[in-house]
T-cell receptor
Framework: AQSVTQPDIHITVSEGASLELRCNYS??????LFWYVQSPGQGLQLLLK??????LVQGIKGFEAEFKRSQSSFNLRKPSVHWSDAAEYFC?????????????FGRGTSLIVHP | EAGVTQFPSHSVIEKGQTVTLRCDPI?????LYWYRRVMGKEIKFLLH????????ESGMPNNRFLAERTGGTYSTLKVQPAELEDSGVYFC???????????FGPGTRLTVL
């Protein structure tokens, strides 16, 4: 069975600083990987996904993630954080279930942005 | 275009009572998913509908949970009788195709006292 580890429960950064959120996964086959963001009172929004091809994936809101098979990692990065990026971030690995990708989520990382 | 909506946003009930959660997917999305997040833990998959049929219900915790999607539009998730460990946030998501992006609703926060 697949699993996802997000080792950081909370991360605090200053506005304008760079950000890296860590994600490690366990999956026996080629993984389908996702990052979602949940802002207060909102549903989860897909930031980016990796299915195959280029291991550096660009997403919305200026985020990117790099798939490293050798490290079983899919870390999320942003060069300069904005106050509006304060939210909870979820990494997920997708398993093919009857033709649908059902994500297995990590526990989430809460991002706090200081002015 | 309206997103996925869920009702109610919050529900507080006593152990042993019944609660019904509702999800309205994005219009035209045949695929509908239910997830649950128990406080401090991962978001876990409960089940997947394709139109009105249950495609995968492997994540349903026990027979106190009943999900329906009559007519292939909105879906309900009933918990009867509710137990303390059922507390958490219940998310619904929908997608156009089985491999399409899942759009999530804001969730229903259920508290069982």
């Amino acid at each position: 069975a697949q699993s996802v580890t997000q080792p950081d429960i909370h991360i605090t950064v200053s506005e304008g600083a760079s950000l890296e959120l860590r994600c490690n996964y366990s999956y026996g086959a080629t993984p389908y990987l996702f990052w979602y963001v949940q802002s207060p009172g909102q549903g989860l929004q897909l930031l980016l996904k990796y299915f195959s091809g280029d291991t550096l994936v660009q997403g919305i809101k200026g985020f990117e993630a790099e798939f490293k098979r050798s490290q079983s990692s899919f870390n999320l990065r942003k060069p300069s954080v904005h106050w509006s990026d304060a939210a909870e971030y979820f990494c997920a690995v997708g398993a093919d279930s009857g033709g649908s990708y059902i994500p297995t989520f990590g526990r989430g990382t809460s991002l706090i942005v200081h002015p | 275009e309206a997103g996925v909506t869920q009702f109610p946003s919050h529900s507080v009930i006593e152990k042993g009572q019944t609660v019904t959660l509702r999800c309205d997917p994005i219009s035209g999305h045949d695929n509908l998913y239910w997830y649950r997040r128990v406080m401090g833990k991962e978001i876990k998959f409960l089940l997947h509908f394709v139109k009105e049929s249950k495609q995968d219900e492997s994540g349903m915790p026990n027979n106190r949970f009943l999900a329906e999607r009559t007519g292939g539009t909105y879906s309900t998730l009933k918990v009867q009788p509710a137990e303390l460990e059922d507390s958490g946030v219940y998310f619904c998501a929908s997608s156009w195709g089985p491999r399409g992006e899942q759009f999530f609703g804001p969730g229903t926060r259920l508290t069982v006292l």
